[in-house]
């Protein structure tokens, strides 16, 4: 569509492209045209406390393209940040295997590439007020983890995949401490998904070391603890695996009503949920607008709630678009009164579930900041 208009465009000549620009404006939110403000929300993330651990967050004011580059990507470290030689560097394929594999980067960019457009969000993100950015859109390539998988020979008790970091820590467990790589799992029928990428490039660019060099998982559909950066060993075992970031810690714990009684549910982090956030408002002249971005389930609509009024519907951007990433949204403000107003948007995924408002007992029973989905409010004041 977008590349016909274009093509029309030229044939018509500049009376049409001026018209044409002008009604296309808002169904295409990227990038910022000449003139365009963007007005600062009044509501801004709080210091970050953890800036080794949390770093380069999306500042959704700056949100300007379907694709982050990669300067502009979060990255999150639970231990240390590792620095890794590729040419020293391999990685196992081991346990409950006929073949364990051992493979160089040679090996693993020699194999088919296949690309993904996938969002990562951390499930953490929007659970404190210093951690609102920990988003990001990019291409992602590498190699598909399933015929690796297959060409080890998962033996037939197989049926966890644990998935090592080079990164290490001294976890404390009651009174003792034991060093531990970083660790992942996946079932093995999730890990056999054939969009799993054993992935060595981020927006046609070696990945870079922030982001998991110079190799981690993508896992399209997951948030982005499963997805496992600066990989050193893939292991098949036969129970469950119940490491730190998976039964210990990324679990949410939330009161859920049964009948009447109140039951507490452990769930461990692991799918994303169905989210969407207001990025920015922008003003050229006197026309105002609001641009915003929808992830985590398919999504079938957006819709925005400006203080009190009933919610109006989004328009959508399909001039970029990909199955495992964010949707990007915007809808015209018609004459906002001067003043402060707030900004919420809501997501409406194609199976008909809403993401959940903030009073939501989903939301509002929850006791972990993990998997915060709820409805995003912004503040702002126009003058
Ligand atoms: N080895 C390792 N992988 C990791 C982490 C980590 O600390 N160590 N953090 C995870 C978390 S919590 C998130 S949100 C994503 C973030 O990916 P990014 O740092 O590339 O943005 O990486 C995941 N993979
Ligand atoms: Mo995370």
């Not at 231990?79 to 040679?106: C, Q």
């Not at 197989?158 to 034991?178: A, C, L, N, Q, Y």
């Not at 109140?262 to 003003?283: D, F, H, I, Y």
């Not at 109006?312 to 004459?335: G, M, R, V, Y």
Request: charged content about 25%; proline content about 7%; hydrophobic content about 40%.
């Amino acid at each position: 569509m977008h590349g016909i208009q274009r093509r029309e465009l030229l044939v018509q000549g500049s009376a049409a492209l001026v018209a044409i620009a002008a009604l296309s404006r808002r169904a295409y939110a990227f990038p910022a045209q000449a003139g365009e403000e963007v007005i600062p929300w009044l509501d801004q993330p709080t210091e970050n406390p953890n800036p080794e651990g949390i770093k380069t967050q999306l500042v959704w004011e700056n949100l300007d393209s379907w694709i982050t580059p990669n300067d502009k990507f979060f990255s999150i470290s639970h231990f240390n940040r590792p620095t890794i030689d590729e040419k020293t560097w391999s990685m196992e394929i081991g346990g409950l295997v006929k073949k364990p594999l051992k493979l160089t980067l040679a090996d693993i960019r020699a194999r088919p590439r296949q690309e993904v457009v996938f969002t990562v969000e951390c499930s953490g993100n929007h659970g404190f007020p210093f951690f609102t950015g920990g988003i990001g859109n990019a291409r992602w390539a590498g190699t598909p983890l399933a015929p690796i998988l297959k060409e080890a020979g998962v033996l037939e008790k197989g049926i966890e995949v644990v998935f090592w970091g080079t990164d290490e820590s001294e976890i404390p467990i009651r009174d003792v401490k034991m060093k531990q790589n970083f660790a992942r799992s996946m079932s093995l029928a999730d890990a056999m998904n054939p969009d799993n990428l054993l992935c060595y490039e981020m927006n046609g660019a070696a990945l870079p070391a922030a982001n998991g060099f110079p190799l981690r998982l993508i896992a399209p559909g997951w948030y982005g603890i499963a997805n496992v950066k600066w990989l050193k060993r893939i292991e098949v075992r036969d129970t469950r695996f119940m490491s730190l970031l998976m039964a210990r810690d990324y679990v949410t714990i939330r009161e859920e009503d049964h009948n009447g009684e109140t039951v507490w549910a452990e769930t461990s982090v692991g799918r994303s949920l169905l989210k969407s956030a207001p990025a920015k408002v922008t003003r050229k002249g006197s026309d105002y607008a609001i641009v915003g971005a929808a992830w985590g389930a398919p999504i079938d609509r957006v819709e925005v709630q400006i203080d009190q009024a009933p919610w109006a519907p989004a328009t959508i951007d399909h001039s970029e678009e990909a199955e495992h990433a964010w949707k990007i949204w915007s809808l015209p403000w018609a004459n906002p009164s001067p003043g402060e107003h707030t900004v919420t948007s809501r997501a409406v995924s194609t199976t008909g579930q809403v993401q959940p408002a903030m009073d939501d007992p989903l939301i509002a029973k929850k006791h972990t900041y993990w998997e915060s989905n709820g409805q995003v409010t912004r503040r702002i004041k126009i003058t």
